[in-house]
């Protein structure tokens, strides 16, 4: 299994971000995709996941990302995406997509978000 | 629910050091508990899932279980190396969200 990340980079607040997730080695239509992140000098959250097309590929997310940050996929591309919106300082920090029903198997290499005015 | 770790433990090269990761309600047993190890720049490795099975490539040395009595999952690594200082983190999930502790930094 592998996971290839990129987006990222420096946004103002309020700005717009999108990431990106390409899956390899694993029937990827099948996968139940999540999303993690890790501000500076924290510890790792949890912030949502999409689930596979065939268990209704619908989404869960945490409260504090509800309404700003989208996950979709594209079974076609083998790829899952984080749009956020709406961001904030806090929301700085290293993004992983992960791949897992259960847990977090499999972990992408992570991407930088830097919000900053 | 939430789960709980500690913030730091250590050990010496040798030693062996256990982590706990208490789960605030509902029962331990009930759903799995996974283990990562995180160290800095790198993405998280699995050392344990399914409560107490370690992924091919973990060594030995690390070992998962749970005490229903005490409502928590544990990590336990022994022959510590200077390479397991890292974060670990457990993680468990509900029906609608994956759950991760605060994480515990190892020191050897």
């Known amino acids: 299994e592998q996971l290839v990340q990129s987006g990222g980079g420096l946004v103002k607040p309020g700005g717009s971000l999108r990431l990106s997730c390409v899956g390899s080695g694993f029937i990827f239509t099948n996968a139940w995709m999540s999303w993690v992140r890790q501000a500076p000098g924290k510890g790792l959250e949890w912030i949502g996941r999409?689930?596979?097309?065939?268990?209704?590929?619908?989404?869960d997310d945490i409260t504090g990302v509800r309404g700003r940050f989208i996950i979709s996929r594209d079974d076609s591309k083998s790829t899952v995406f984080l749009q956020m919106s709406g961001l904030r300082i806090e929301d700085t920090g290293v993004y992983y997509c992960?791949?897992?029903?259960?847990?977090?198997?499999?972990w992408g290499q992570g991407t930088t978000v830097t919000v900053s005015s | 629910f939430i789960l709980t770790q500690p913030h730091s433990v250590s050990g010496s090269p040798g030693q062996t050091v256990t982590i706990s990761c208490t789960r605030s309600s509902g029962n331990i047993g009930s759903k799995y508990v996974q283990w990562y190890q995180h160290r800095p720049g790198s993405p998280p490795i699995t050392v344990i899932e399914e409560d107490d099975q370690r992924p091919p490539g973990v060594p030995d040395r690390f070992s998962g279980s749970i005490d229903p009595s005490s409502n928590s999952a544990s990590l336990s690594i022994s022959g510590l190396v200077p390479e397991d200082e890292a974060d670990y983190y457990c993680q468990s999930y509900d029906s609608n969200s994956l759950i991760l502790g605060g994480g515990t930094k190892l020191t050897v």
């Open positions: 992960a791949t897992g029903l259960i847990g977090l198997d499999a």
């Open positions: 999409i689930k596979s097309r065939q268990d209704g590929g619908t989404t």
